[in-house]
DNA sequence: TAACTGTTCTAATCGTGTTAGTACAGATAT
DNA sequence: ATATCTGTACTAACACGATTAGAACAGTTA
């Protein structure tokens, strides 16, 4: 959890970098259904950030159904995170959309496009 | 050259909207090489915008190598556009580099992220 | 009760994209 | 030469959103 790099002088938000790496844990695996995540203050404290910037990333993962907060109880990992999971893969097909726009401009084939993605997957496997 | 539609409300820099559209012009042929852009001043009348946004936009694509600018002349498409060519694959690259990174998260198989680009391929064929 | 939790709110600050206006220098047609 | 176009540079002001700061409220738990 605490693995989580943020870079302050980014163009993208901190919230959103919060979220993004909060939901890389979740989705990964790396933290399990259930599971607590830290206190919105003691979060902030950790990563000398704001408590509010926090909360606006915890709020945003739970619109998103990732994660699930209860005043007084705290925050945790949703136990169905499935649904969440669809809107994800939503997400990966618009890459896979801009890339083959982007190919399309410069006149790229498509197994030129498949070749990297074999390349890309085989470098990546644990 | 003027069916580039631009979002004031939305969330990219205008200046960026105009580097992507002209961009597309450019790499996709509609624009050739050594062809004429409109003049700082009218485009940035055609479009309703500040004249300084459209100079932004024209410095960053001079920088990419995709037109050139001399003062009193105008600015025109590069004679040559292989190398701002190169970096846009890379762009690519990265697309599909992201793409395959979230679907090691959600499990998703090689074959799927293959398949969805033959799909998305067919469907964007002119 | 005390100490923790999330949540909400306002005000101030800061960065950056955008606008507005002006000015300068090079190119070109008249 | 003059007029008019071109790109370029600069400052000041404005707008918007992200972030910070601080306070307050409500629910949970030991």
Redesign the interface.
Known sequence: MSNIRIDVKSRTPIFEQLCAGIR?EI??GAMAPGEALPSVRSLACELAINPNTIQKAYAELERQKLISSAPGRGSFVSDDIRPA?GA??E???E????????????S?E?KK??D???K??EG?KQ
Chains 1, 2 share one sequence.
């Open positions: 890389e989705l990964s999971m994800f893969e997400r990966i097909l890459d896979l959309r801009a890339a083959v726009h982007r190919a399309r401009l410069c790229i498509k496009l498949t990297l993605i074999d890309e997957w990546t």
